[in-house]
């Protein structure tokens, strides 16, 4: 049912190696607790413009909307962060990976789908990367 080559094992093993790398990287840079706080804001912002919609009060709806895309702005840099750290490496380790495996069309058979580097790499890292940033609470 089950059957990886030797290329899919490396390519799993690379994956696992780049992912937990990610998740270190964005544990050591995030900010959680300000990430929490602007996303609470968000929350009370959002309600507030709910309840100025309905009330027909348009100033009031306007000056939320600006504070909530003033804070989504915030919480996207912060999130753009860990990318500085680990942008060069996954763009280094993917030329590699397209340079020794692109030609290959399948490096694992999982319960009858076949699976070329790309989506077996992205599998791999997603399992990984699910586990991992939520045993380091990165999620």
């Not at 959002?46 to 504070?67: I, V």
């Not at 319960?111 to 989506?119: A, P, R």
Request: hydrophobic content about 50%; charged content about 20%; proline content about 1%.
């Amino acid at each position: 049912m089950i059957e990886i080559t030797d290329a899919g094992y490396t390519i799993a093993a690379i994956s696992t190696g780049l992912s937990i790398m990610s998740a270190l990287v964005r544990k050591a840079v995030l900010d959680m607790d300000k990430m929490k706080e602007i996303k609470e804001k968000i929350k009370v912002h959002q309600k507030e413009m709910k309840l100025a919609t309905k009330s027909g009060d348009m100033k009031k709806m306007q000056r939320n909307q600006e504070d909530m895309m003033s804070l989504t702005m915030e919480n996207m840099k912060l999130s753009f962060k860990p990318m500085i750290y680990t942008f060069i490496p996954f763009i280094l380790v993917f030329g590699w990976l397209r340079d020794q495996y692109g030609l290959l069309d399948v490096v694992a058979s999982v319960f009858g789908f076949n699976f070329g580097w790309f989506w077996w790499y992205f599998i791999c890292a997603m399992v990984v990367s699910l586990t991992v940033n939520k045993v380091l609470g990165v999620t």
